[in-house]
């Protein structure tokens, strides 16, 4: 059973095939390469095991025969031409695309490149799984070129905000001898198409860099290689003098730079397609170029000069900001560090260097608006940085589904220039003509045997993978398809896991944080449970400046922060608006009295009471709803997502009577409905 959490959605669990079915079965695979560790050699391999598992066919694989007929082929489109001869039909296609046609006698799966043959061995087998038998031909290519997740796993084997066990790749301050687990992460990765994995914690540990750590990660990137995944590295700023015993880090300093040169050249001897590194600066007390008056611009480029002759990129975090706010200052606002920090340095940057920008401003909260960095930067490539890893969101104990606040994020659009500007066009490169861009994910996947400490959580990665793909796809269809893949073809499973999943997000805003408040967790180690009061009097700058007659942040230019002036002049002009602003980001942008009404008629602190009680009243229904698949899920499984729903259920009414108490007790107003007041 515990088989059933580490494969995901790639099960394979058998169907069974009328004789429709088994007419459109392929009866042989041809691979067109046949050096083992070729990502087309294990699409081939993959078939195989596939086709076994969900339909009982063992076929062979021959690396010969062109177009036999009822035969699957798989290679890339110039290994096809060289062996069999002209392709017809088959558009160009961008890196990393793919072409799929199960119309002809052969099935044809062709890549731009090996990965995508892969890609495309991947999406047909989906196919299958969910006994999809449509006639099709079409080419798939990505939106973005940038593909990533990170891991944000300590040398030492502890994950940074994981929450499904220890690191898969490290112990004792080593890479782990034993890759199996990461053989089959880069399994799961390839099939939603994710392209490089950095596998060490943003908040860096220099001995990463360690000459038997470099020979640990290249073993590491061996295993990921067939699965057409590179790896990156995440750097810390001061190596060079706490690691290499330099007196400084200074990144403009000849030896520093010297000393750069000297382990990218170790990293690329060993690891030659290294996808690049990160680098998390100036950040939550992370050394960076600030220490030597150095600009993030002169950090940045010192990396990207050392890889690009490799063909590495920088991934450069946006997420620099003091975390020694004052809230007695009005106009202090976290929110407005990256703005702040990076816009005056656009066009400042190498052409490989990618800004990789979280996407709110302050830090994957239940609900942000988008970063206005995104619409600040014109001559600099970004990627949007999401979390896989529920870190504000319940930390997988609840269930919360993201794909919809990320399509939300994906979907705004930003009028640049009062153009149409979405999200998903501008970290694509499309809206600024940028070669590079895309997104990266927080995964941190562990030893658990559910990779993410829940079954359900898996739904996450599934998604971020085909939103990175191609971010106009359907959240709901999406979740579908995962569901179909992981947990069969019962309609009734179905539709229960798509409604929980679906009002899942709006569930747990309701009860962790509405109107735009962010979430009212402990913000100042955990992250993980009701703590409105340390929202506020802290340096970190995640406020809400809740009084006893008022709450949100004003940041307006008018009267506040000036946050909202950060964003483009039509977005900007519909924040600075308290009646424009959409409210369910009112108090990020407004600070308004208790008594404030909503459009609803309710006022403030009675929507926030009844938000509370809506909240955990739905809970209560996913855990009612699952019940109701008692025997259509395997048992494990089903007591598994059963526990955790059981748990969130109560969870919800500690949440809900935290946050209704604390405001109550606050603001001494009483509930409409007699609840909260009445002890
Ligand atoms: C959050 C998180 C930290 C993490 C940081 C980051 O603040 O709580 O654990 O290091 O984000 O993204 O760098």
């Not at 034993?178 to 943003?202: F, G, H, P, Q, W």
């Not at 942000?368 to 490539?381: D, G």
């Not at 979405?422 to 562990?446: C, E, P, Q, T």
């Amino acid at each position: 059973a515990a088989e059933d959490g580490l494969k995901g959605w790639l099960r394979y669990a058998p169907l069974s095939c009328s004789d429709q079915c088994s007419s459109n079965l392929p009866s042989s695979i041809v691979t067109l390469n046949t050096t083992k560790t070729s990502p087309v050699y294990v699409a081939g391999t993959e078939l195989q095991h596939g086709l076994q598992g969900i339909y009982e066919k063992k076929l062979q694989i021959t690396h010969k025969k062109c177009n036999a007929a009822d035969s699957v082929i798989v290679g890339t489109v110039d290994q096809y031409r060289h062996a069999c001869g002209a392709v017809s039909g088959v558009p160009d296609l961008e890196e990393d695309g793919f072409w799929l046609s199960t119309k002809g006698k052969t099935v044809q799966i062709l890549g731009q490149n090996e990965r995508g043959a892969l890609y495309g061995t991947f999406e047909y087998l989906s196919m299958l799984a969910q006994r999809n038998f449509s006639k099709v031909a079409y080419a798939s290519n990505p939106s973005a070129p940038i593909r990533w997740v990170n891991q944000w796993d300590n040398m030492d084997g502890s994950i940074e905000r994981g929450y499904g066990g220890p690191s898969i790749f490290f112990k004792n301050g080593q890479i782990v001898e034993d890759l199996t687990r990461v053989k089959e992460y880069a399994r799961l990765l390839a099939s939603i198409k994710i392209n490089a994995i950095v596998i060490n914690n943003v908040n860096a540990n220099a001995t990463i860099l360690s000459p038997s750590n470099l020979d640990g990660v290249a073993r590491v990137a061996d295993v990921f290689r067939p699965y057409g995944i590179q790896v990156g590295l995440s750097l810390n700023f001061a190596s060079p003098q706490t690691f290499g015993g330099l007196d400084t880090f200074d990144p403009l300093d000849a030896s520093v730079i010297q000393w750069w040169s000297n382990i990218t050249a170790q990293v690329y001897e060993r690891v030659p397609d290294m996808a690049g590194y990160l680098v998390k600066a100036d950040s939550e007390g992370q050394p960076g170029p600030q220490t030597y008056n150095r600009t993030l611009s002169d950090a940045a480029n010192l990396f990207a000069k050392e890889v690009q002759p490799y063909g590495g990129i920088v991934m450069y975090r946006a997420f620099v900001y003091d975390h020694h706010l004052n809230e007695s200052n009005w106009r202090d606002d976290r929110a407005n560090a990256a703005v702040d920090f990076f816009k005056h340095l656009d066009g400042e940057f190498e052409d490989n260097v990618v800004i990789q920008i979280k996407y709110g401003p302050i830090d994957f909260q239940v609900r942000e608006p988008v970063s206005p960095l995104f619409a600040n930067l014109f001559n600099t490539s970004m990627a949007i940085e999401l979390q896989v890893t529920q870190e504000y969101l319940g930390q997988q104990s609840h269930l919360v589904y993201v794909a919809p606040p990320w399509k939300e994020i994906l979907d705004f659009d930003l009028r640049v220039d009062s153009q149409p500007s979405l999200v998903s066009d501008i970290v694509a490169g499309k809206r600024f003509k940028r070669k590079l861009g895309g997104s990266a994910a927080v995964v941190n996947v562990g030893t658990n045997s559910t990779w993410l400490g829940s079954h359900m959580s898996m739904s996450n990665l599934y998604a971020y993978g085909r939103l990175a793909w191609n971010p106009s796809d359907d959240p709901q269809e999406i979740l579908q398809d995962w569901t179909r893949l992981t947990f069969g073809l019962d309609r009734k499973v179905l539709d229960t896991i798509t409604h929980i999943s679906m009002d899942s997000w709006p569930a747990y805003e309701q009860y962790s944080g509405n109107l735009g408040i962010q979430t009212l967790t402990d913000i100042i180690y955990t992250h993980y449970g009701p703590s409105p009061a340390s929202q506020d009097n802290n340096g970190w700058g995640q406020w809400t400046r809740a009084d006893r007659d008022s709450i949100g942040m004003d940041r307006t230019v008018s009267n506040g922060t000036r946050f909202s002036g950060q964003y483009p002049q039509e977005i900007a002009a519909m924040y600075e608006d308290i009646e424009s602003t959409p409210e369910e980001l009112l108090l990020w942008f407004h600070h308004v009295n208790y008594t404030y009404r909503l459009s609803s008629g309710k006022t403030v602190i009675q929507h926030f009471y009844d938000s509370h009680y809506t909240g955990a009243e739905k809970t209560q229904g996913f855990l009612e709803q699952w019940e109701s698949l008692q025997g259509k899920v395997d048992t494990e499984r089903y007591d598994h997502v059963r526990r955790f729903l059981d748990y969130q259920t109560g969870h919800s009414i500690i949440w809900r009577d935290a946050i209704n108490n604390f405001y109550y007790n606050l603001s001494a107003i009483p509930d409409d409905a007699k609840r909260v007041d009445h002890h």
